[in-house]
């Protein structure tokens, strides 16, 4: 069997799709004639798609008179907000140090550990930023990652560094799925607590938990066995527990992440060869995705030759000209932040922002922006991923730009211009707050080199960079209060995210800023968990992550091990870098199975 980790090629194609991050400049690249016709086509593209996707929502296609806001950030940890969105982001960023002094010391009397994700809240990733600094315990006891990734974290800071309880602070499917991982792992002691005893939802997970999808799978399924082909479900990572048993009881399935989708594709592709995929539920996610064999499928330059050796050794433009066919979308599926990038905030980027800027998008925004990052790197000159693949894709340009001008600066007649490296953040505005400290850590570095090789203060880092969140002013909203309350009292205009009352920070016409669900996480919140823990308090109960498959079973299988089925079969996938055989016997038996 030939496994697509195996063979570098496949790395290759996604460098090109979505950065290059991994390469040295001796791998591959488009020819300058394919990537100037493929960055035509794609731009086109983009023009084409946000003048129809206007023309639905019967808007007018304008661009915004005010520029973005955006955060700059220099040498010597300087920070320069620009924009009063950016403002209500960066006032967060040094925190107060009584605040973190108070919750270092509450972790460290419970030995409690901290997973979170990075769309948190700027004002939490600010603190939690400042201590994993405040004590060497602490360093590995907070984490800050992706999805998948906290899992992971929670594993080993409960292993290595003495944690004895999790904190997870996201939606709750990523409870649910921090839990599950904990277990997996032999660490059902170790208990997992959510900021509030609220529901904590996510439009995404919540697309995929009615009727709706259960039918879908099951259509969808009946019509891959009329088809002569198998169905295979690959259900993005942030859902529920219950949606992955319940589909896995339905269709064979196996869980991706937006990091590692078009790799589980290929891969199915090629050791099935008749595979159906059904994608879900993030209709945007899978959408890309299709535009992106699109894109490999109509450029000349892709010959079966450089498939073969850029993409995966098995693969073809007929096979994947055949993937493309067996591949169907959920239609109903989408996150509430990435859907808002609207048509205003495209044209708006590609007239001001395009041709002076890195672009970055996640593969779960909408068409229109995917397609402009993804022009973009063809040419090295954007992302479109994961946001640990966006994290990475501007900390590399920072480092790349930074030891450039140290090697300059060996020069000492060599006088050093200003640079500003700027970048649009397709995504969450609150991963901001890693995206500032990989930065300083990157500028704070080149600074102390320059100094101690050309012993002169005047030739320290000449390197910016800028941060641009893609929001019109309709994202952000201004409160007014006054000193005393009074009526005639000092008038104070504070700018705050949620913004605009349709939406936490978010407006059809004008971009997203921050998520709501995300937002019910806060620090009030996390000391009061950090109090209860050490009062020991039975209203910590409430916190648990949601437990609706605890004794049930699905067609004779235990619910919960059901529903880790489909995680576990990606991270054999991700270790192996081959299917599961367990998985591949039940997509090619499943007909067997429904007779």
């Known amino acids: 069997m030939n496994h697509v980790g195996n063979h570098p090629s496949t790395k290759n194609l996604v460098v090109a799709v979505l950065g290059r991050r991994w390469l040295s400049s001796s791998s591959f690249s488009f020819s300058r004639a394919s990537a100037a016709s493929l960055s035509s086509w794609m731009l086109g593209r983009a023009t084409t798609t946000a003048t129809t996707a206007a023309a639905v929502r019967s808007k007018s296609t304008m661009i915004l008179d005010q520029p973005f806001p955006s955060i700059v950030i220099g040498p010597e940890r300087s920070i320069e907000p620009q924009g009063s969105f950016a403002e209500a982001q960066a006032q967060f960023l040094d925190p107060d140090p009584d605040m973190v002094e108070t919750l270092r010391d509450g972790l460290l009397k419970t030995n409690m550990g901290i997973v979170a994700h990075y769309y948190m809240d700027v004002e939490l990733q600010g603190v939690l930023q400042a201590l994993k600094q405040s004590h060497p315990l602490l360093e590995h006891r907070i984490g800050i990652a992706d999805s998948l990734k906290m899992g992971d974290l929670a594993v080993q800071m409960c292993n290595n560094h003495g944690v004895t309880s999790v904190v ?116 945007y996610m899978g959408d890309n995705l299709i535009r992106l064999l699109e894109v490999i499928l109509e450029s000349p330059d892709w010959t079966d030759d450089k498939i073969a050796t850029q993409l995966h050794p098995h693969h073809s433009n007929a096979t994947l000209q055949r993937l493309k066919d067996n591949m169907v979308v959920f239609p109903q599926g989408n996150c509430v932040v990435h859907h808002m990038f609207g048509s205003q905030v495209v044209e708006t980027v590609k007239q001001k922002y395009y041709d002076n800027s890195f672009m970055t998008a996640h593969l779960e925004v909408p068409g229109e922006m995917f397609d402009i990052a993804m022009t973009k790197s063809l040419d090295d000159q954007g992302v479109v991923g994961s946001t640990s693949d966006i994290l990475n894709f501007i900390t590399r340009k920072v480092q790349e730009a930074a030891t450039q001008q140290q090697s300059q600066q060996q020069d000492q007649q060599q006088s050093q211009q200003q640079q500003r490296l700027r970048f649009v953040l397709g995504t969450e505005a609150g991963m901001v707050t890693s995206i500032v400290k990989n930065v300083q850590d990157i500028l704070g570095q080149t600074v102390t080199a320059s100094l101690e090789t050309t012993n002169n203060n005047n030739k320290g880092a000449h390197i910016e960079a ?130």
């Not at 009946?222 to 002569?228: E, F, G, P, S």
């Not at 005639?488 to 939406?503: H, R, S």
């Not at 091990?561 to 270790?575: H, V």
């Open 168 to 283: 997870c602070l996201g939606v709750d499917f990523m409870s649910e799925s921090v839990q599950a991982i904990l277990h997996k792992n032999g660490l059902e002691q170790v208990p997992v607590y959510r900021a509030t005893p609220q529901k904590i939802g996510c439009s995404l997970a919540e697309s995929a938990e009615g009727d709706a999808y259960r039918a879908w799978l099951q259509q969808e399924s009946k019509k891959a066995l009329q088809q002569d082909t198998v169905p295979l479900h690959v259900i993005y990572i942030n859902t529920s527990l219950e949606t992955k048993a319940v589909s896995s009881s339905i269709v064979p399935t196996i869980t991706c992440t937006s990091s590692n989708v078009l790799q589980t594709l290929l891969q199915a592709a090629q050791q099935i060869p008749n595979v159906k995929i059904l994608y879900g539920p993030d209709t």
């Open 466 to 595: 800028e941060i641009i969140f893609p929001v019109s002013s309709e994202a952000v909203m201004t409160t007014t209060t006054t000193d005393d309350g009074g009526k005639d009292a000092n008038v104070n205009e504070l700018p705050i995210v949620p913004g605009v009352a349709g939406g936490e920070g978010c407006s059809t016409a004008g971009g997203c800023a921050t998520c709501p669900f995300m937002k019910m996480n806060d620090l009030e919140a996390l000391q009061d968990i950090i109090d209860m823990v050490d009062e020991g308090n039975i209203k910590l109960a409430k916190h648990l992550p949601p437990d609706r498959l605890r004794g049930k079973s699905i067609d004779g299988m235990d619910a919960t091990d059901l529903g880790t089925e489909a995680i576990l079969y990606m991270r054999q996938f991700m270790q192996d870098k081959a299917l599961p055989q367990e998985l591949v016997d039940k997509v090619t038996s499943f007909r067997k199975q429904q007779q």
